[in-house]
C-alpha cells in the first residue's frame, strides 16, 4: 500500500457555491440556522466536517485507472465516513479562497474492510488557522474475504485530535447563552424524514459521491438504497445545537468527535437529540459539553454520535 505518512497535493477553495446552496436545500423543512450563516456568507459547520474530503476529492487523477464508481470524485467515491474528529477555529466565508493540506498517514484492515486515515488543516486566505481535522473512512463497503487483518502507518486511533480551542472562545457572539446552560438541559427530539429528493439537492448535479442520490450507483456500492452523506445526518445535529446555543455558536473553538454507526437510507426518519453532560473547566478551559446522537425512529438504533465541546473561555 506504500509508506506513510503521505503527503497530499494542497488543494484551494472556495466551495463550489452550489454545493453550499445545496446544503441549504438538503435540510427540508429544518435548517432555519444552517440557511442564516449561508445567507450570511459563512461555511456552515457540517461543512467544515468535510474539510479531508474536499482535499481527497480534488486530488490529482490518473487518467489511466478506471473509477470504480462512474462520476464521483477521486479519493472518496464509494466510500463511507466512519469517524471525524475536528476542530473550528473561526469561521470561513462562503466565498474565501482558502487553502487545505494533509496527510495519508495510515491503512488497516479490519474483518474484510479497508479503512484509509488521513489528516487536513485548512487555512484562509490571511493565513489564519480555519480548521484542523482527523478522518477515518471505510474505502469500499463491501467486505473482500482475502483481506488479513493488518495496519500500516498510524491508525485513527493513535491519532490526538487538537480538541476545543479556548482562545478562539472569546470571538463568540453566544457566550451569554452558553452560561445559561446546565447539565442534563436535552434540545432536540423531533422527527427529520430524510428523503431521496432531500440527498439528492445535497449531491448536486455534481456529487463527489453519488452514492447518496443515485440508487444504481449505490447498489454498485455494495448498499441496499441511496444512504445520506455523513455530513447530511450531522447537520440535523448541529442544527438542533445553533437552535441551542446560536447560530454562530460552533464556529468558535468547538471541537466534534463523530462516529457514523449505521447507514440513513432514504426515506428514514431520524431524530436528533442533544444533551448537555458536562460545564466548567476542563483541561484549563471552560466549556459546555454535549453528547449528541441522531437516531433512526424513537427506539430504533443509533445511527450517528457525536461529542461536541463547546468553549466558553480560556480559564
Not at 477515518?136 to 487538537?162: N, Q
Not at 441551542?244 to 473553538?253: C, N, P, Q, S
Request: glycine share 12%; net charge negative; aromatic share 4%.
Amino acid at each position: 500500500m506504500g509508506e506513510f505518512p503521505r503527503q497530499l497535493v494542497a488543494v484551494s477553495g472556495p466551495i463550489d457555491a452550489d454545493k453550499l446552496d445545496g446544503v441549504a436545500a438538503g435540510m427540508g423543512a429544518w435548517g432555519d440556522h444552517t440557511r442564516s450563516l449561508l445567507d450570511k456568507g459563512i461555511v456552515s459547520p457540517d461543512m467544515i466536517c468535510g474539510q479531508t474530503l474536499f482535499l481527497l476529492s480534488n486530488q490529482p487523477r490518473n487518467p489511466n485507472r478506471a473509477q470504480h464508481i462512474p462520476g464521483g470524485a477521486g479519493g472518496v467515491a464509494g466510500g463511507v465516513w466512519v469517524r471525524e474528529r475536528y476542530t473550528i477555529h473561526r469561521p470561513l466565508e462562503r466565498t474565501d479562497v482558502f487553502t487545505v493540506t494533509g496527510q495519508t498517514v495510515g491503512r488497516h484492515v479490519r474483518k474484510g474492510r479497508r479503512y484509509g486515515n488521513n489528516t487536513s488543516q485548512t487555512f484562509d486566505s490571511s493565513g489564519n488557522l480555519v480548521a484542523s481535522n482527523i478522518s477515518t473512512g471505510l474505502m469500499s463497503y463491501v467486505p473482500d474475504p482475502d483481506l488479513a487483518d493488518g495496519a500500516e502507518g498510524i491508525t485513527g486511533d493513535e491519532l490526538v485530535a487538537v480538541g476545543p480551542d479556548g482562545d478562539a472562545a472569546m470571538s463568540n457572539p453566544h457566550l451569554d447563552r452558553l452560561a445559561e446552560l446546565s447539565v442534563g438541559d436535552v434540545f432536540g427530539g423531533h422527527d427529520v424524514t430524510v428523503s431521496l429528493e432531500m440527498m439528492a439537492a445535497r449531491d448536486t448535479k455534481n456529487p463527489s459521491n453519488p452514492i447518496h442520490s443515485d440508487p444504481e450507483l449505490a447498489k454498485k456500492a455494495g448498499l441496499r438504497r441511496p444512504i445520506a452523506g455523513g455530513n447530511h445526518v450531522l447537520s440535523f445535529v448541529l442544527e438542533v445545537l445553533m437552535d441551542a446555543i446560536g447560530t454562530e455558536g460552533l464556529l468558535h473553538g468547538s471541537s466534534f468527535d463523530v462516529r457514523w454507526k449505521a447507514p440513513v437510507e432514504d426515506g428514514v426518519v431520524i431524530v436528533p437529540t442533544a444533551t448537555v453532560i458536562e460545564t466548567g473547566d476542563s483541561s484549563g478551559v471552560d466549556m459546555v459539553v454535549f453528547d449528541t446522537e441522531a437516531r433512526l425512529g424513537a427506539d430504533g438504533p443509533v445511527a450517528m454520535t457525536a461529542r461536541v465541546c463547546v468553549p466558553a473561555a480560556r480559564s
